[in-house]
């Protein structure tokens, strides 16, 4: 490969010259170069320092969450899981109903009934765009 030849000619090139070597090519020196301080440190060899320290007193900052995804559930919230229920167990209910022979008409708007209470259920206990965790403070999802 002509691109690799060329890569080794610079960086003999430039290691002559005492010229920096391109970071394409210094990945892999580093990267052992970094495994065989890792192995001293790991034996004792040479004490561990922290590297990229500007300043003593400087803290790692924590990272940064979201309060309102540990939050408590509310009322709205249980209601709009039993709207869920209602939907499950009563689109189950159809699908049993549905193919059993001689049923009762009642029986089978009960069920759907039932059905279109959890959905419209839903849409009377849903939150609105401001309790989403999930959004910031442009609608955007996190």
Known sequence: MANRAQRRANGKAARRTGEA??????SATDQALFNRQADRV??????????RVTAADESVPSPV?????????????????SSWILIVVSAVVFLVVMWIPNLPLWAIITVSAAFALGVLSLFLVRGGNTDNPYLDANGTAI
């Open 21 to 26: 070597i391109p970071e394409a090519s210094r």
């Open 42 to 51: 790991a034996e004792g060899q040479i004490e561990w320092t922290p590297g």
């Open 65 to 81: 969450t979201n309060p309102q995804l540990k939050r408590r559930r509310t009322w709205r919230d249980w209601l709009r899981l």
